[in-house]
Each structure stands twice: as structure tokens, then as C-alpha cells.
């Protein structure tokens, strides 16, 4: 009998496991739309009070910036793949995405590691707690963001 429902057990894993394989390679155009702008909302959720607090909008919080830096790192990092070809304009009617980053994917690539490059020394600078240090590589990674905006987003 338990060696019955182990069998029956491995094979249902198994079976889901493939399930899963197969329905992620089977994913709607619309659903990796909706991730991209998932990522965006948390890159987004992060990086508001980062500003803010550089601005001296809100009290500034050392162990705040660092959480929202670390965040901001890992969904940069997360970003590439909710731009998987076929999920432009032309497919998904409610996307803030240009047809230019599927038709020149070098230049968005590049725009795309730029981003990612200064997101993560805003979470290493952020990490040291010092907000002149702080304030200045939060402007070098916000102009990643609107270099990209520029070319790559309807705004």
C-alpha cells in the first residue's frame, strides 16, 4: 500500500511539474504583459520613496532606502523576461511598451543592463547607509530609467 501511494504520489508531481512546464510554455501574450507591468509597479513601489527621501520630502530613513534599493535591484533583474517577443504593441492592446524595443532589441538590451548596473549600486551605496552617496547614484539610476522611458515607452 506505501509503496502504491508513493508511486501514485511521484507521478502526480511529476505530472504537475509537467503541467507547469507546459503551461508556461503556453503563456498568453497578455499574461507577460501583465507581469512586465508587475515588475514596473514594484520598481516603482520602491523607487517613489527612495526619491522622496533624497528630496527631503519625507524624513530619510537609511534602513528604508536599503530595503526599497534591494528591491529595485532584483526586479531590474527580473525585467528582462516580461519582454518576450510577441508581447508588443501589435499583440497586447494595454501595454505602455513601444514596438522599438522588439525591433531594436540591441539598443533596448543596452538601456535594459544600464538600468540594471546602476540599480544594483544604489542597493550597494544604499547599503552604506550615507545619503549624499545615496542622493547622487539615486540620480544616476533614475536617468537609467528615463533613457529608457524616452525611447522605449508611450508616456
Given at each position: 500500500?506505501?509503496?502504491?501511494?508513493?508511486?501514485?504520489?511521484?507521478?502526480?508531481?511529476?505530472?504537475?511539474?509537467?503541467?507547469?512546464?507546459?503551461?508556461?510554455?503556453?503563456?498568453?501574450?497578455?499574461?507577460?504583459?501583465?507581469?512586465?507591468?508587475?515588475?514596473?509597479?514594484?520598481?516603482?513601489?520602491n523607487f517613489k520613496p527612495i526619491g522622496a527621501m533624497v528630496k527631503g520630502e519625507v524624513p530619510f530613513d537609511?534602513?528604508?532606502?536599503?530595503?526599497?534599493?534591494?528591491?529595485?535591484?532584483?526586479?531590474?533583474?527580473?525585467?528582462?523576461?516580461?519582454?518576450?517577443?510577441?508581447?508588443?504593441?501589435?499583440?497586447?492592446?494595454?501595454?505602455?511598451?513601444?514596438?522599438?524595443?522588439?525591433?531594436?532589441?540591441?539598443?533596448?538590451?543596452?538601456?535594459?543592463?544600464?538600468?540594471?548596473?546602476?540599480?544594483?549600486?544604489?542597493?550597494?551605496?544604499?547599503?552604506?547607509?550615507?545619503?549624499?552617496?545615496?542622493?547622487?547614484?539615486?540620480?544616476?539610476?533614475?536617468?537609467?530609467?528615463?533613457?529608457?522611458?524616452?525611447?522605449?515607452?508611450?508616456?
Amino acid at each position: 500500500m506505501k509503496k502504491t501511494l508513493s508511486v501514485g504520489l511521484a507521478g502526480s508531481i511529476l505530472g504537475l511539474g509537467l503541467l507547469a512546464v507546459v503551461q508556461a510554455a503556453e503563456t498568453k501574450p497578455e499574461d507577460v504583459a501583465s507581469y512586465r507591468q508587475s515588475v514596473y509597479n514594484i520598481i516603482g513601489w520602491n523607487f517613489k520613496p527612495i526619491g522622496a527621501m533624497v528630496k527631503g520630502e519625507v524624513p530619510f530613513d537609511a534602513a528604508a532606502v536599503a530595503r526599497h534599493a534591494q528591491y529595485v535591484e532584483l526586479m531590474s533583474k527580473a525585467a528582462p523576461e516580461a519582454f518576450a517577443k510577441g508581447t508588443g504593441p501589435s499583440v497586447v492592446k494595454k501595454t505602455e511598451a513601444k514596438e522599438e524595443i522588439w525591433t531594436k532589441p540591441a539598443e533596448f538590451d543596452s538601456k535594459m543592463k544600464d538600468f540594471q548596473q546602476e540599480a544594483t549600486k544604489l542597493a550597494e551605496v544604499a547599503k552604506g547607509g550615507d545619503q549624499t552617496a545615496i542622493k547622487a547614484q539615486f540620480g544616476k539610476t533614475a536617468e537609467t530609467c528615463k533613457a529608457c522611458h524616452k525611447e522605449f515607452r508611450k508616456d
